[in-house]
């Protein structure tokens, strides 16, 4: 079992950047894949970015390709989101999820946080 815990949404403006943490509890966070997915209202959930066990690999959506960053930091049980530039449809729900293997399929993630809200402003 692994407790996550997101922080870092808020209300911004178009263009501007947000930092995203989820913090884990329980299990060893490192053998743990992690993802970040977003919904926005009346939205499907979508994936935003994954990362591997170890950090080395990333994936991302091709929505948030070269604005948003995944990172983590294993000794503090956190990964995170880097968000810049950020445009009104990336208005949404932004949760962070654990699994024993990295991918974009929400399906397949285990854990989920309760996620933290990230309004953008045109």
């Known amino acids: 079992q692994v407790h996550l815990v997101e ?12 930092r995203l943490s989820c913090a884990a509890s329980g299990r060893a966070f490192s053998s743990f894949a992690m993802g970040w997915f977003r919904q926005a209202p009346g939205k499907e959930r979508e994936f935003v970015a994954a990362i591997s066990r170890t950090g080395y690999t990333t994936y991302y959506a091709d929505s948030v390709k070269g604005r948003f960053t995944i990172s983590r930091d294993n000794a503090k049980n956190t990964v995170y989101l880097q968000m810049n530039s950020l445009k009104p449809e990336d208005t949404a729900v ?29």
Not at 7 to 18: E, I, N, P, T, Y
Not at 95 to 119: E, H, K, L, P
């Open 7 to 18: 922080s870092g949404g808020g209300l911004v403006q178009a263009g501007d950047s947000l």
């Open 94 to 122: 932004y949760c962070c999820a654990a699994d024993y293997g990295v991918g974009s399929d929400s399906a397949r993630y285990d854990y989920w946080g309760q996620g933290t809200q990230v309004t953008v402003s045109s």
